[in-house]
C-alpha cells in the first residue's frame, strides 16, 4: 500500500466491517483484499514464487464486481487453503481481470462466512475512491 490508500477497521455489532480508500479503483480492490486478510490474521508462505492464476470477473456494477473479487479470493482461502495476491488488476466496465501469485495458507485466525453487500456503495469522493465493506463473521 502507498500513502494514498488504506484502510481502517470499524465498530460493528456482529459482523467487522473495513472502511477502505484509494486513488484508483484497481488500488481499491487490492488494497479491500489486503484489509479482509488482516481481519482473517492470514499468514501465507511467499518464500517461493507462487503459480499464477487468472482471474477474470464480470458482474453489473463495481460494487458487485468487488463482492464478486473478495468473495473468490475467499474461496481459495477456505476452499483450496491458498491465498491470492494480485501482481496486476485491471478494470474496465464492470470486467476484471487479475493476474495473481498463489500461495499456500499457513495459518488463519478468524473465519469470514461471507462477504456482504450490506450498505455498499463505492465513491469516488475528492478524487479518491473510498467504500466500506460489512464481513459476515
Given at each position: ?40 490474521g492470514l499468514s501465507s ?90 464481513f459476515d463473521l
Amino acid at each position: 500500500m502507498d500513502n494514498n490508500s488504506g484502510f481502517r477497521e470499524l465498530s460493528h455489532t456482529a459482523d467487522a466491517a473495513l472502511k477502505i480508500w484509494a486513488p484508483s479503483l484497481q488500488k481499491l480492490f487490492s488494497t479491500a483484499l489486503i484489509g479482509m486478510y488482516q481481519l482473517m490474521g492470514l499468514s501465507s508462505n511467499c518464500e517461493e514464487q507462487g503459480e499464477s492464476q487468472l482471474i477474470e470477473l464480470e458482474e453489473i456494477d463495481s460494487e458487485s464486481l468487488l463482492i464478486a473479487f473478495l468473495s473468490e479470493c475467499l474461496y481459495y482461502v477456505e476452499s483450496k487453503g491458498m491465498v491470492l495476491k494480485p501482481t496486476s488488476i485491471t478494470i474496465l466496465d464492470n470486467h476484471l481481470t487479475s493476474i495473481c501469485e498463489v500461495n499456500p495458507l499457513i495459518s488463519l485466525e478468524k473465519e469470514i462466512k461471507a462477504v456482504t453487500f450490506h450498505n455498499l456503495a463505492i465513491e469516488n469522493v475528492n478524487q479518491k475512491w473510498e467504500v466500506t465493506v460489512v464481513f459476515d463473521l
